[in-house]
């Protein structure tokens, strides 16, 4: 059983960072991270779950109902991943590139504590509770020195694609697409380290001082490691209400107001940029009725501009009720993967894409989050990430952009090079 403990925090900025390097110290750790980016769709500015009680991983065969048996038995919180491979068990698909990662395809674990923060409240959460483990537990997160000394080990980060390869690959999407075989495809291409020893979460707090996403993560299984700075939700449920904004549509900031401005309208008014988001704007839809209560999808907003640190994105939120029928898991595996980083149609882009690229994608563009006991859930999109596997000593980062009829390859290519820039930076 939980029971909740309420204190009231003054400085929860500060209270952020002693909690996730208190918690890191923890074999699993998740750490979700709004970054104050609150909107009507927003539950918490900040969640830490540590130290499971039980778990479950496995790879993607009858991965969601293992998932959906594992949830409906503990009707508790459950904190995990879902990777991208998990489309294998949902379609009649194959991965067979190069995994220098290894993480399982699903995992999820189920913490023996919990903080949830909303402003100044702390509600914490134990399993068993024990209020002078509480007290002592706070009472080290309050007094944590936040130390991530950074080991000064050189990194050789490497590009699995070379820009003439890259060009080549995407102009053979470009001819499928003349074909008539698909309509978009979201293209990705790894960049890497090998022989990598990084401190975890040194580049955690690095990569959220320059992009301060509101979806942001530190995800920790033991040697695999997670951080990720996000801007993008995959899926949201609340009650009977499901909630997916993808992400279609990047251009840069600017330090100059002008230019600043000048480079969000131009994104906005982009007619290549907006197709792109209109498209998997309809892919989405078409996923939520899969699950939905008849007339219930809904477009809440389309190709909205929001800004964030590095970049501008071009951002849509659809809407829908969900049909008592189906299970929280159905309305995942039913709409997964996220359709903006797949293309359209889903199934033939998620085929021609897996065969021009040369990176098995694994976490990278899967979705980490969270179920609640009464089954709620929220998840990002996992782009903007850093991916380690501390046993292997192996560093990736992998970045996309979504290919159309109008698409240019050397533009499409730049467009990677900015969003690859954060995490380039935060490793050198």
Known sequence: MRTSIYKFIEEPLQFKQQLIAWGQEFREITFLDSNSFTNEYSSFDCVLAVDAFTSMKTDYHNA?????????????????????????????????????????DLYFFQPKKLFLLRGNQLEIQYLNMCDDEVENDFDEIIN?????????????????????????????????IHQGDLYEANFCMEFFAQNAVINPLEKFFRLNEISQAPFTVFFKNNKQFLISASPERYLKKDGENLISQPIKGTSKRFSDPVEDENS???????????????????????????????????????????SFLQVHQMISTITSKIDPQFSSVDTIRTTFPMGSM????????????EELEETKRGLYSGAVGYFSPNGDFDFNVVIRSILYNQENEYVSFSVGSAITSLSIPENEYDECLLKAKAMHEVLL
Not at 153 to 165: D, G, H, L, P, V
Not at 265 to 284: F, G, H, S, Y
Not at 342 to 353: E, L, S, V
Request: net charge positive.
């Open 342 to 353: 797949t293309g359209a149609p889903k199934y033939a882009a998620m085929k021609i894409i």
């Open 264 to 306: 969000k309208n131009t994104l906005a008014q982009d007619p290549k940029e907006r197709a792109e988001n209109i498209m998997i704007t309809d892919l989405v839809r078409n996923d939520l009725s899969r699950t939905a209560q008849k007339s219930s999808v809904e477009v809440k907003e389309l190709c909205g501009i929001y």
């Open 144 to 176: 944590c020195q936040i130390s991530s000394a950074e080991n000064q080990n050189k990194i050789a980060i490497e590009q699995r694609i070379s820009k003439q390869n890259y060009i080549e690959k995407v102009s053979k999407l470009l001819k499928h």
């Open 64 to 104: 969601f109902e293992d998932l959906k048996q594992y949830q409906q038995t503990t009707k508790d919180w459950l904190f995990g991943y879902l990777s991208y491979d998990l489309k294998n068990g949902v379609e009649h698909l194959q991965s067979n590139n190069f995994d220098g990662l290894n993480f399982p």
